[in-house]
């Protein structure tokens, strides 16, 4: 098991940068393959990016290629999702998410077994 809880969201204007932050609790953070997804009002929540569980393999969504990195401190329990040139479709709840037993990130929300509560991200455009 392990507790999840996202933190760094907040109102920022289009062009403006984020950092957001997913503290882990329980089970060492390294048994875990690391996702962020997003879901914004009225869509499905999407994958926006992953990463293995020793700090490889990152996985990004096209549309924040070049803007978002993902990054792990296993010492610390904790992921990060930099957020750069944010735009208002950026706007979302995001998730962050662990897998167990995984060695490459996948982007379905189903293959996901612990999620945060979410933070909100709004930018104005």
């Known amino acids: 098991q392990v507790q999840l809880v996202e933190s760094g969201g907040g109102l920022v204007q289009a062009g403006g940068s984020l950092r957001l932050s997913c503290a882990t609790s329980g089970r060492p953070l390294n048994f875990y393959v690391m996702g962020w997804f997003r879901q914004a009002p009225g869509k499905e929540r999407e994958f926006v990016a992953g990463i293995g569980r020793n700090g490889g393999g990152t996985v990004y969504t096209d549309s924040v290629k070049g803007r978002f990195t993902i990054s792990r401190d296993n010492a610390e329990d904790t992921v990060h999702l930099q957020m750069n040139s944010l735009k208002p479709e950026d706007t979302a709840v995001y998730y962050c998410?662990?897998?167990?037993?995984?060695?490459?990130?996948?982007?379905?929300?189903?293959?996901?077994?612990?999620w945060g509560q979410g933070t909100q991200v709004t930018v104005s455009s």
């Open positions: 998410a662990a897998e167990a037993y995984a060695f490459n990130v996948r982007t379905t929300s189903a293959a996901y077994d612990f």
